[in-house]
């Protein structure tokens, strides 16, 4: 999980991106970077951080251009080096550069055929200069100038990249000289979306991000999601040109987008991220009700942030108060993206206390989007019952984790998640929980779906092992824990942060 943004103007974009990432900082807490172009030349900041902290005044008075992306990163366990932060870059063809958010699952494929093939050289493990360099692979076969670059050599590169590239993919990248381009995985499982706005001088500005937030910090007005496989391109004078690339598109959104990843007040695909929280919060007191019909439930307290949303649902259809009784330190980022468990076991205590008095002598009910290690209900737990509670329960919003992710969300082995191989009871036994309640994934599906029925299928493979793009059996995913067993056991990675003009 990761945010991208994307702006192309008549004026200075290196405020109006910095601003745009903040709004998708929840995306990612490892890594941020800007790219600028100012005609051919571009210039790139990226270190490991915040926003705020990673890209200073000093680096933005040198991010000079009227065109540039942006990346939030949060890296996958050992994975976390300084010079894997995007975005990335290459000077042939062309200088092209790209952010992505996601995950290919044929890198070994791409890796192979761009060293034997494409003779292109790969300077990281990341999969997205591994896109990167795919698009520069098929945009050199064109042997076209810069000059003679035109929209048509571009989409045509596309249906290649389209062809050559599986898994999830939301990415922006500029060609300088030419552009802004942008594009989505056939299947649309990373959100990415479009806005644009008028300019003071009358010309038209567009934006491309992750989550509509982005737009929201700067004006911009929303226009449309990019659509499962389409690519577009925006040139120097303001012109727009979009085109569905892949012959196999077919939208299935990633529904923990919902769940979890995505701001509430963002929309994707036509859904209202909080409508779809509340709508999970109403489905599941109705389980809940038809569980245990006289519940002794005294109080409904959720797990901040993204539970509070179904929270107040649950206590309506159960009618039981509604409290905060965890007080959340906004200090402490969000510990499921942090990547190693050792900073997650280490971050759970700071990151939350309890209000005695709405646990003392009380059967609780907490609620939270999703269970998915387990470490932080296991504590919270704990927590509750140091705080005098009669009685824990939890509802999950979500339905039971089961299944590794391999589109960009960092859950890649089986080991790590409580939900794999155990049935409820073992699961709550574990957590250390009265009763354990979870969504079910007919309910889970139909709380996001009635806010756009025309979406008719989602990607939820962390729940039900169905992976929509094929290619990911049981040998791929044991290569994965194998992999990142091997990386956990090397150095975090060392390297300064990295500025193209001056490095510091």
């Known amino acids: 999980m990761c945010g991208v943004v994307g702006i192309i103007g008549k004026s200075q974009v290196n405020q109006k991106l910095f601003d745009a990432l903040t709004m998708l900082q929840h995306r990612g807490q490892d890594a941020a970077g800007i790219l600028t172009c100012d005609g051919y030349h571009m210039s790139l900041r990226k270190a490991k951080g915040l926003v705020v902290d990673a890209i200073r005044a000093r680096h933005m008075e040198r991010l000079k251009g009227n065109l540039g992306i942006a990346h939030v990163r949060y890296p996958t366990a050992g994975s976390n080096s300084e010079f894997e932060a995007q975005p990335f870059y290459v000077n042939s063809p062309y ?115 992750s989550e509509t937030v982005a737009l929201d910090c700067d004006g911009y007005e929303f226009v449309d999601d990019i659509q499962a496989g389409e690519a577009i391109f925006v040139d120097l004078e303001g012109k727009l040109t979009r085109k569905v690339c892949s012959d196999k598109a077919s939208l299935s959104p990633c529904i923990f987008e919902y769940v979890y990843l995505a701001r509430p007040d963002s929309v994707i695909d036509g859904i209202s991220v909080y409508g779809a929280r509340l709508e999970m919060g109403r489905r599941l007191a109705k389980s809940i009700l038809q569980t245990m019909p006289n519940h002794d439930i005294d109080v409904v307290i959720p797990v901040p942030d993204s539970g509070r949303h179904a929270a107040l649902p649950i206590s309506r259809v159960l009618d039981v108060p509604y409290r905060e009784g965890l007080v959340k330190n906004r200090y402490v980022g969000r510990t499921f993206i942090m990547p190693d468990q050792e900073k997650r076991q280490k971050s759970i205590r700071k990151k939350l206390n309890t209000i005695a008095d709405e646990f003392d002598g009380k059967h609780v009910l907490l609620v939270d989007d999703s269970i998915v290690r387990g470490n932080t209900s296991k504590l919270i737990v704990e927590m509750a019952r140091e705080a005098g509670a009669k009685k824990v329960s939890i509802a999950s919003t979500a339905p039971v984790i089961r299944y590794p992710n391999v589109y960009g969300i960092d859950m890649p082995t089986h080991s790590e998640l409580v939900g794999y191989g155990k049935d409820i009871k073992a699961i709550a036994d574990f957590i250390g929980v009265d009763h354990l309640f979870y969504q079910t994934n007919e309910d889970l599906v139909k709380s996001v779906q009635c806010l756009n029925p025309k979406i008719s299928h989602f990607d939820t493979s962390v729940f039900d092992g169905n992976y929509i793009t094929g290619g990911v059996d049981q040998r791929y995913l044991d290569g994965l824990s194998l992999a990142r067993e091997s990386k956990e056991t090397k150095s975090k990675g060392v390297g300064g942060s990295i500025d193209m003009q001056n490095q510091e």
């Open 95 to 209: 200088g092209i550069a790209l952010a992505h958010n996601g995950n290919l699952i044929n890198t070994a494929e791409i890796r192979k055929d761009l060293l034997e093939k494409d003779y292109r050289h790969v300077n990281t493990s990341s999969d997205s200069e591994l896109l990167l360099n795919v698009l520069a692979s098929e945009l050199t076969k064109a042997r076209v100038s810069l000059k003679d670059f035109s929209i048509d050599i571009f989409f045509d590169a596309m249906k290649k990249v389209y062809n050559r590239c599986v898994g999830g993919y939301a990415v922006v990248g500029v060609i300088a000289g030419a552009g802004l381009f942008a594009f989505r995985d056939p299947n649309g499982i990373r959100p990415l979306v479009l806005g644009k706005k008028t300019s003071p001088d009358g010309g038209v500005e567009y934006i491309v991000a």
